[in-house]
């Protein structure tokens, strides 16, 4: 997951130089759905009903699915990847929270507190020079924006968690991909008629690698694994995806690689295995 989502931020820059942003996040769903249906009618998963799946479609599809990304491709923009990166690399701190009212077993710590915080001061050392950007009028205010994406995912996060007991991870998260790719479709019908679509090479394979490996992929991932560790724990993978990009960035880019990026990635590591050490009841 850390691998895949590293690379997604960087993948949704370039995809956004060919295709409109609500288009963008309609294609990636719609084209994630049908791999899982495919996928759920290949391993026979069980179709499981009822009240309590409707309402995890329903927190998944609004703050899982349809807020962050939405918000995402938009506010991408104009917010650099970096400064993007330490927006949503708030989301633990948003779940330790949530975690402490909504999951009996993991109250807040202060051990796993201070871990989630040295994790995040290492992201914002790692994109320090991006930070900068957020003085500026046209980044600050979608900058702002972003923010709910962290907040909404952490909800969903949570919510899932406590009550997603027992849901196939497909079950979880197919119908509400669908969803979102119809909705966002419809979006951008109404407000980005007219914009420039250039479906090349760099956009086509965009698209596919956040539609296949980022979603279809990355999301049953993460929800078989949300049944089986802690909520924050998970969450400390998105301290860990900007250390990806940023040595992807790197390796394949040749973005600079400073002293101030190696003690960021070093702190990023440190707070990850703070918070880790902390010991986890499971009910």
């Keep these: 997951m850390v691998l895949i989502w590293g690379t997604s931020w960087a993948a949704i820059r370039l ?11 309609a294609m990636r769903f719609t084209i994630a759905a049908a ?50 990166s330490i927006v949503f690399a708030t989301m633990p701190l948003f779940v330790t929270v949530l975690a402490h009212w ?15 915080v040295v994790g995040f001061a290492g992201v914002v050392l790692i994109f320090s020079d991006d930070v900068t950007l957020a003085t500026d009028s046209r980044v600050l205010f979608p900058a702002l924006v972003l923010l709910a994406a962290p907040i909404a995912a952490a909800i969903a996060h949570v919510y899932i968690k406590r009550w997603g007991r027992g ?3 497909l079950n979880v998260i197919r119908v509400p991909m669908l ?24 956009a086509v394979a965009a698209l596919l690698y956040l539609a296949v490996a980022a979603s279809a ?23 860990a995806i900007p250390v990806v990009a940023v040595l992807v960035g790197t390796a394949l880019l040749d973005e600079p690689f400073s002293i101030r990026s190696a003690l960021g990635c070093v702190l990023v590591l440190a707070g990850v295995g703070i918070a880790s050490r902390v010991g986890w009841r499971q009910r």
Excluded: C, K, N
């Design 15 to 25: 995809g956004l130089e060919g295709i409109p942003p609500f288009a963008g996040v």
């Design 35 to 84: 791999l899982l249906f495919l996928f759920a009618r290949f391993w026979r998963v069980p179709d499981q009903r009822g009240p309590r799946l409707y309402r995890i479609w329903a927190a998944e599809t609004v703050f899982s699915l349809l807020i962050p990304y939405s918000v995402v491709y938009w506010a991408e923009q104009w917010v650099p990847s970096g400064l993007a």
């Design 102 to 116: 909504w999951l009996v077993a993991e109250p807040l710590r202060v051990v796993q507190s201070v871990g989630v």
């Design 167 to 169: 849901i196939h991870p």
């Design 179 to 202: 969803v979102t790719g119809l909705v966002m479709g419809g979006a951008s019908l109404a407000l980005e008629r007219g914009r420039a679509f250039t479906f090349d090479t760099q």
């Design 217 to 239: 992929v990355a999301f049953t991932l993460f929800y078989w694994t949300l049944e089986r560790v802690a909520a924050v724990r998970l969450a400390l993978i998105t301290l």
